[in-house]
């Protein structure tokens, strides 16, 4: 018999070494290059040794270990992913959005911990990415996973794998120093990188990316490892789940921990004491963020101490230890799928972008407005482009600006429509103004929306009529003015969509309730165009009942503070239009009351005083901020030298001590009835 041992496949204790030596040399280098941004030697150089290294695995492929360079590309497609259960949960933060709630945050931290000392805080930027985390056996990278849920996320160790910023073998461990560590970051992808993966997919012709942080998702949760490869992701280090090592008492010891451990950190992660440090440091964050090469969208605040972390232990799925504070207003890039037109309910035709989800402001938007016909023209837009849109507090996000030189080739521009996307009914534009309307007063979208905003909150708030069910009632044709929906019975409720027996019976108390709906609130609920809720309280305050205003002169309205020339000819239009004097007889028919305004009217005993409502109050703030407006007075958000009376109820907060400080008067409910009584 022939010798089947072939002597050419055992490899000589040299060939080991060098592969060691090989392996050791390319990990290094691939920090220098990509964690340090400091490489030492050229691409040549470093592709012979990597060729070398292939070339001794290639003929000796026992010797692959899952640590060698040559594993971040090698792995095959899977199917799906594994779930990959955390063993400490990877939790959510609490989210604030100013000064008043930070300082509430920090209060509430010094309560836990019984000091009235300065805290320690380490603040990190908020990278807008995607959470995961990386497990080390031993000092070898074994296993990376998804956030997922918090307790069980998605297993993408190959895809992870690719990233040259995670190291395969921690660099100083020992492996009895941490026979498991678990490190957690955030895995983003560079807007330069961002940008020319985006150029180059529209050359090839393939789908764009819609902003960074899609970037990245889509790039790790690609089951085709050697597509992660491709894209260029990063992955920043800032926890270590176990927080029981020795030694590793605080966040700014694991900080260093990891970086010595070859991993990449955040650049502007500081260690502050006190809140004055803290807001200063979120100013200057706001005021750099645009030149990073990477989204962010605020701060992180964690206290560094361990052992206060454990302390303060967590409610629900956040740690009570830290806090994001987000950025107010926002802009993000994505990509513009269509353009829909809406027709509003004052006939106002809107054009909508419809957007690849992004997350902005704190929330995830698919919708943005592009205003008008002008707005269009000026940002030349197309379907597919890369626009910047921007989000500010609660407002409906709108397209900032278009990215020409992103636009895919071929593609449409967007036009106005000659026609009512509702009733089809043609448009105008008149003169002056930039809106086109649809003029037709019993197109349904006008109805939809003249439903929806006359049951708001603000209005007559009949909870549970929903934009869903105003577009039904409507299609039925059970509803053709706001009118009607006082004549509503439970058998016409019932046969439509999601309608059971309970919430037809709920949805006609609430409409029977609103019958008598204080005045103020029915003024605002008829949508007459400029007159929203205070020009709506001014109405009632200073005419009195819905009789008076029907029929005042247009001059009586102009005179009244605040009201103007074209809100007075709006009011004087809206009632002498006879559909909708004939929807005000039919309310008073199916008996809505229109009760007289009881307000104290022009008795304004709060006359130009200026108030802050904080605390917990017998009845909800709105309810004290209308008492406040409804006798004259303003009701502010924020305390300043100007405010006169801070209401206070119980568990007063940050406001309280301002005021002291600021030496504004403290009133407590008792005594607003005193203020009001004169
Ligand atoms: S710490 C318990 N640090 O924010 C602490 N998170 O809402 C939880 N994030 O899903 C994480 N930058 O994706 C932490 N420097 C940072 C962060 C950060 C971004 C993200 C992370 C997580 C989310 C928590």
Not at 415 to 421: D, E, G, I, N
Request: contains cysteine; glycine residues 8%.
């Amino acid at each position: 018999m022939d010798n089947v041992i072939d002597d050419m496949s055992i490899p000589s204790q040299a060939i080991i070494s060098e592969l060691e030596k090989l392996r050791r040399q390319i990990e290094h280098h691939n920090r220098l290059y990509y964690v340090q941004d400091q490489p030492s030697i050229s691409d040549a150089e470093y592709d012979r040794l990597f060729d070398r290294l292939l070339e001794i695995e290639r003929e000796f492929p026992e010797l692959i270990v899952p640590d060698s360079p040559s594993q971040r590309v090698g792995a095959e497609p899977s199917k799906k992913f594994e779930p990959a259960t955390h063993r400490v949960p990877m939790l959510s933060l609490q989210k604030v959005t100013s000064p008043e709630e930070f300082l509430e945050f920090d209060r509430r931290v010094r309560e836990g911990l019984e000091t009235s000392e300065e805290v320690v805080y380490i603040t990190e930027p908020k990278l807008d990415g995607l959470a995961v985390e990386l497990v080390y056996r031993e000092g070898i990278f074994t296993e990376g996973s998804t956030r997922g849920d918090g307790n069980t996320g998605e297993n993408i160790t190959p895809n992870l794998r690719t990233i040259r910023t995670i190291p395969l073998r921690l660099l100083d461990s020992t492996a009895d120093q941490y026979p498991l560590l678990e490190v957690r970051g955030e895995v983003v992808m560079h807007r330069s990188a961002f940008e020319h993966l985006n150029r180059e997919l529209r050359e090839g012709d393939k789908p764009m990316l819609a902003n960074p942080r899609n970037g990245a998702a889509g790039s790790l949760r690609q089951l085709d490892p050697s597509i992660t490869a491709s894209r260029p992701l990063v992955f920043y280090a800032y926890a270590i789940s176990d927080t029981d090592i020795k030694d590793l008492d605080s966040q700014s010891k694991a900080i260093s921990l990891l970086k010595n451990e070859g991993f990449q950190i955040n650049e502007l992660i500081k260690e502050v004491r006190g809140t004055s440090a803290i807001e200063k440091e979120f100013a200057d964050l706001d005021g750099i963020r645009q030149t990073l090469d990477y989204d962010i969208d605020g701060l992180v605040v964690k206290v560094n101490s361990f052992a206060d972390q454990n302390i303060l232990g967590q409610i629900s799925r956040a740690p009570r230890w830290a806090v994001a504070w987000k950025f107010a207003a926002e802009q993000a890039t994505t990509i513009l799928e269509g353009v829909e037109f809406q027709t509003g309910r004052t006939g106002v035709v809107t054009p909508v972008a419809k957007l690849a989800p992004v997350f902005v402001g704190g929330a995830n938007v698919s919708n943005a407005t592009l205003h008008n016909e002008d707005e269009l023209f000026r940002l030349d837009v197309h379907i597919g482009d890369t626009v910047t849109i921007q989000r500010a507090g609660d407002v409906i996000p709108d397209v900032v600006s278009v990215d020409k030189e992103m636009r895919p080739k071929g593609a449409k521009r967007v036009t106005f429509p000659k026609v009512c996307p509702s009733c089809g009914q043609t448009i105008t534009r008149a003169a002056g103004e930039a809106a086109f309307r649809c003029l037709n007063t019993s197109c349904p979208a006008q109805l939809e929306g003249q439903l929806f905003h006359f049951a708001s909150k603000g209005g007559f708030d009949i909870e549970g009529l929903g934009g869903k069910l105003a577009a039904q009632l409507i299609a039925k044709g059970l509803v053709t003015s706001s009118a009607d929906l006082f004549r509503l019975t439970k058998e016409q409720l019932l046969p439509l969509e999601l309608m059971a027996d309970k919430r037809a019976e709920n949805l006609l108390a609430a409409i029977d309730h609103s019958r008598s709906t204080e005045l103020p609130r029915a003024v605002y609920a008829l949508g007459i165009i400029g007159v929203g809720e205070s020009v709506a309280r001014l109405l009632a305050q200073e005419l009195g009942s819905m009789e008076v205003l029907e029929k005042v002169a247009i001059e009586i309205l102009e005179g009244i503070d605040g009201v103007g020339p074209v809100i007075a000819c709006n009011i004087r239009e809206f009632f002498d239009n006879d559909s909708n004097a004939e929807m005000l007889r039919r309310m008073r028919e199916a008996g809505v009351l229109f009760p007289d305004y009881t307000g104290s009217g022009s008795v304004a005993h709060l006359a130009g005083k200026k108030f802050v409502i904080t605390g917990t109050l017998s009845k909800p703030r709105r309810y004290f901020k209308n008492l406040v407006e409804d006798n004259g007075g303003k009701v502010a958000g924020s305390l300043s030298k100007k405010t006169d009376y801070l209401l206070c109820g119980a568990d007063p907060g940050s406001k309280l001590d301002k005021a002291r400080k600021l030496g504004v008067e403290v009133i407590d409910e008792n005594r607003l009835q005193r203020l009001l009584d004169g």
